[in-house]
């Protein structure tokens, strides 16, 4: 009964920025953890980040740490990834998730959006 719909994906140069956006819908976006994956071609999907229900704690993935940075507006239901400096590896599909469990949002999460294409030039 969750939806999510994501945004905001793009073609952009290596060492450029973008900020994806994902709306959720369907119940009470304040008690839900947040997070974000990616897959790109021939590969498994990967953890990319996570928040939890307040922003209290947030957690990234070592491949995009001190690149990356979610964060949350309760008011509009709406969690963001902004991701600087990209690079070329940095291209996928990138997933929104959520789950009631903060733990659970970063392995196993129960809902998950459309995904939004990020491809990074060289």
């Known amino acids: 009964q969750v939806q999510l719909v994501e945004s905001g994906g793009g073609l952009v140069q290596a060492g450029d920025s973008l900020r994806l956006s994902c709306a959720f819908s369907g119940r009470t976006f304040s008690i839900y953890a947040m997070g974000w994956f990616r897959q790109a071609p021939g590969k498994e999907r990967e953890f990319v980040a996570a928040?939890?229900?307040?922003?209290?704690?947030?957690y990234y993935a070592d491949s995009v740490k001190g690149r990356c940075s979610i964060s949350r507006d309760n008011a509009k239901n709406t969690v963001y990834l902004q991701m600087n400096t990209l690079k070329p590896e940095d291209t996928a599909l990138y997933y929104c998730?959520?789950?009631?469990?903060?733990?659970?949002?970063?392995?196993?999460?129960?809902?998950w959006g459309q995904g939004t294409q990020v491809t990074v030039s060289s």
């Open positions: 928040i939890d229900w307040g922003a209290g704690s947030t």
């Open positions: 998730a959520a789950d009631r469990s903060v733990t659970n949002v970063r392995h196993i999460p129960a809902y």
